[in-house]
């Protein structure tokens, strides 16, 4: 079955260092989204991408940057971990044309704690 | 600004009653409207959706009701059972497959 993995689920580090979460999808969906949840915000978006080579800001990209070098893949980097980067992070993916109204697929997400 | 909003951070019902949960969005862009259900340590999973030219939207014990004029939906969910309970969230997108979401209702089910 076609599935979206996020890896490591949890993460502990500290504060000025780079860290990267995995998401990687089988759908061979087009559009990957990153989001981080936190209490009162619900889910916003930090980047996206709409194909390989594509990547785009979100409402709150500062402080992050993805990449897209094939379909599966969009890592999510943080370049130097901040306290307020604390979060539980998710990823999802969806294509065009195709499921319910724009729906998209989400990963089991990532807990970050910055120290 | 948060376009999409839900103003009941928590719902509790009783089993076999109605769950009603709200939501309002302030962009008048948006044509799709979802409901995603996230248990703990999970992601969320959709639920049901609608688009903007329909005013209503059946699966089952969930209906979800938009009124575009107020800029405002509702989930119903009846009968409420107990692993009804969790968080929901409600999203709004247009024609960019982006997703604006709420900051959720968690919902507890007494039995």
């Known amino acids: 079955d076609a599935e979206i993995t996020q890896s490591p689920r949890h993460k502990i580090t500290e504060t000025g260092r780079q860290v990267t979460l995995a998401c990687h999808q089988t759908w061979n969906h087009n559009n990957m989204f990153w989001y981080r949840q936190d209490l009162g915000h619900g889910l916003r978006l930090i980047h996206y991408?709409?194909?390989?080579?594509d990547t785009n800001k979100g409402e709150v990209s500062d402080g992050y940057s993805v990449s897209r070098s094939n379909t599966e893949d969009l890592p999510l980097t943080l370049e130097s971990a901040a306290s307020s980067q604390t979060s539980v992070y998710f990823c999802a993916s969806s294509e065009w044309g195709t499921g319910v109204d724009n729906e998209q697929f989400f990963g089991p997400g990532t807990r970050l704690t910055v120290l | 600004d948060q376009q999409v909003k839900q103003n009941s951070p928590s719902l509790s019902v009783q089993e076999g009653r109605i769950s009603i949960l709200n939501c309002d969005y302030t962009?008048?862009?948006?044509?799709?409207f979802l409901w995603y259900k996230k248990y703990p340590a999970e992601g969320p999973t959709f639920l049901i959706s609608?688009?903007?030219?329909?005013d209503k939207n059946e699966d089952g014990r969930f209906t979800v009701f938009l009124n575009k004029s107020a800029k405002h939906l509702s989930l119903h969910i009846v009968p409420s059972q107990p692993g009804d309970s969790a968080v929901y969230f409600c999203?709004?997108?247009?024609?960019?497959?982006?997703?604006?979401f709420g900051a959720g209702t968690t919902v507890t089910v007494r039995a």
């Open positions: 609608i688009s903007s030219i329909k």
């Open positions: 991408s709409y194909g390989v080579q």
């Open positions: 962009n008048s862009m948006f044509d799709y």
């Open positions: 999203a709004a997108s247009s024609n960019d497959y982006k997703l604006s």
